[in-house]
């Protein structure tokens, strides 16, 4: 991979190379979309734990029946025993018990983390798109004068 702030003179490679290239930031613009994307959905999903704490670990809601999810489609039935404190859920597996007020600080200090990574993210992707959309003006510029050059000489014989 290419150092940042390497620089490639572009009209000094070939057609194929060229075509190399803007298949590698293809590549690099697919991948950095994605991890875009995906951090977003986590970012959400750190929002959505704000909100389940501020409306779902409420003194109104203790003792009420409610649903707990075992995984993703097995829920059993329990009962909020303590509106003071919860269970987060610190990454790899490991689950710290918090004060809601605390929980909520953590969540947010997430949500800002996020917002920070997806802004320089962000930046990055479009410099990514800006290079190729380069690329892909030098390549057409390439295709296009390679049969015109090729055409005279050709006629000429």
Not at 33 to 49: G, I, P, T
Request: glycine share 8%; proline share 3%; charged share 25%.
């Amino acid at each position: 991979m290419a150092e940042k702030g390497q620089q490639i003179d572009l009209g000094a490679l070939s057609t194929q190379q060229l075509s190399q290239v803007k298949k590698q930031l293809d590549d690099e613009v697919q991948h950095l979309s994605n991890s875009y994307q995906n951090l977003r959905v986590a970012q959400q999903k750190f929002r959505d734990c704000v909100v389940s704490i501020k409306q779902g670990v409420a003194e109104s809601a203790k003792d009420k029946p409610l649903l707990v999810p075992l995984t993703s489609s097995l829920y059993v039935p329990g009962k909020l025993a303590d509106t003071e404190h919860v269970l987060v859920d610190v990454g790899t597996g490991f689950y710290v018990e918090k004060t809601t007020e605390d929980a909520q600080k953590f969540y947010a200090s997430k949500v800002e983390e996020l917002g920070t990574n997806i802004k320089e993210l962000e930046n990055i992707v479009n410099g990514k798109a800006n290079n190729l959309r380069v690329v892909e003006e030098v390549l057409r510029q390439k295709v296009l004068a390679t049969p015109q050059g090729g055409q005279p000489s050709g006629g000429a014989t």
